[in-house]
């Protein structure tokens, strides 16, 4: 993998390690585990990506997985009966 390209997945998945982590403060109890397993695909995929070595040919799919995680994660936010979502958090 090209260093540019290894340094911009490191930095996408920075910015979804972040927002998961967002997301968990607000998460219903019943979603919370979804939103940890999807944390944890995301710190493999950091560790991985740090070796120089290593082969990111599952990343593509990896980060799919990883993205309908945070989609169905955003769904059940936007919908939890009796959830309101804080203010400022979602630009309109």
Do not use: Y
């Amino acid at each position: 993998m090209a260093n540019d390209s290894r340094t911009n997945c490191l930095a996408r998945l920075r910015e979804m390690d972040a927002a998961l982590a967002r997301m968990e403060l607000e998460l219903p109890d019943d979603v919370r585990s979804v939103g940890a397993d999807a944390r944890r695909h995301v710190a493999v995929w950091l560790d991985r990506l740090s070796d120089v070595a290593a082969d990111p040919t599952q990343l593509p799919e990896a980060l799919r997985e990883i993205s309908g995680l945070m989609d169905a994660l955003t769904v059940r936010l936007l919908f939890a009966p009796g959830h309101r979502p804080r203010r400022g958090g979602l630009a309109s």
